[in-house]
């Protein structure tokens, strides 16, 4: 539908705004009312069909930050970087919406899914492969800058760029283990503790997987400062 004014893209849809956002395409990706086993269905696929949409945004800013780390520039970096902490973010509140159903609607929905498991979640898997890069030069800058974390972290002013990055990776892993711990919980909360998951996972490993972290070291360090404060200051 068009309110009037003259379109000037090609495409489908009546308007430039349908035509751009592509919405037909993209209202076509939920099965249709006839098709669903549970009504349901509609929630669990528009939550998930976003989440990857957000995980697709922040795989492709990882992927920039990088090549700008590359290059030694890591003010652009850190800014593309705090887009992929709020896109964790929206997918974690997204969560929220899950609780909606009834645990009993979704044992019906649950049926529609075949094996289907976010293990296989594009976006998670992408996170997964990307995030270590991250680490990786990171840890390479700390070396060629001649500083070791402790060094890095007492003496903040005279490498703070670094010292930002090395705070963003930390905000990284806690946004992830976040999104785990709220993920597990909505498990919990939706089929219970001690049962499988559509692809056998007990619900147990998912909760004892929660702690994970990309960067120990960065969380080890603080460890560290704590027991150097204790022996001079
Ligand atoms: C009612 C909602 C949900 C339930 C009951 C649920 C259940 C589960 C279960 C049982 C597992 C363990 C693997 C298996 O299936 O056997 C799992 C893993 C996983 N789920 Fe979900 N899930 C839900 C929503 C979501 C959403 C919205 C996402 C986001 C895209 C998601 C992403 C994942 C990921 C990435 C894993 C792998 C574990 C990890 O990386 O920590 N899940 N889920």
């Known amino acids: 539908m068009s309110h009037g004014a003259e379109q000037v893209l090609e495409g489908r849809g009546g ?4 035509r751009y956002i592509r919405t037909d395409e993209l ?22 069909q976003s989440s ?20 030694g520039r890591v003010q652009p970096a850190l800014r593309l970087l705090a887009r992929v902490r709020m896109c964790i973010g929206f997918t974690t509140s997204q969560l929220d919406m899950l609780e909606q159903m009834t645990p009993w609607d979704y044992q019906q929905v649950r049926k529609a899914l075949g094996h289907g498991s976010g293990f296989d979640s594009p976006g998670f898997a992408g996170m997964r492969a990307l995030i270590p890069e991250l680490g990786e030069v ?5 070396e060629a800058a ?26 990284l892993d806690e946004a992830l ?3 785990r711990d709220r993920h597990f919980k909505a498990v919990e909360r939706t089929i219970g503790f001690n049962v499988r998951g559509t692809q056998g996972t007990p619900v147990e490993v998912i909760g004892a997987l929660r702690d994970r972290k990309f960067f120990p070291a ?15 200051l």
């Open 15 to 18: 308007s430039d705004y349908e």
């Open 27 to 48: 209202l076509a990706l939920q099965k249709a009312p006839d098709e669903w086993l549970h009504r349901d269905e509609l929630l669990f696929t528009v939550t998930h």
């Open 52 to 71: 990857e949409l957000w995980l697709k945004l922040a795989i492709a800013e990882i992927g920039e930050s990088l090549a700008y780390l590359r290059d």
């Open 138 to 142: 990171f840890f390479a800058r700390l």
């Open 146 to 171: 001649g500083l070791t974390l402790v060094e890095l972290f007492t003496g903040v002013e005279a490498n703070e760029d670094l010292y930002q990055l090395a705070e963003m990776l930390i905000d």
């Open 177 to 179: 283990m976040g999104w």
């Open 218 to 232: 960065l969380w080890d360090v603080r460890s560290t400062l704590t027991d150097l404060a204790d022996d001079i």
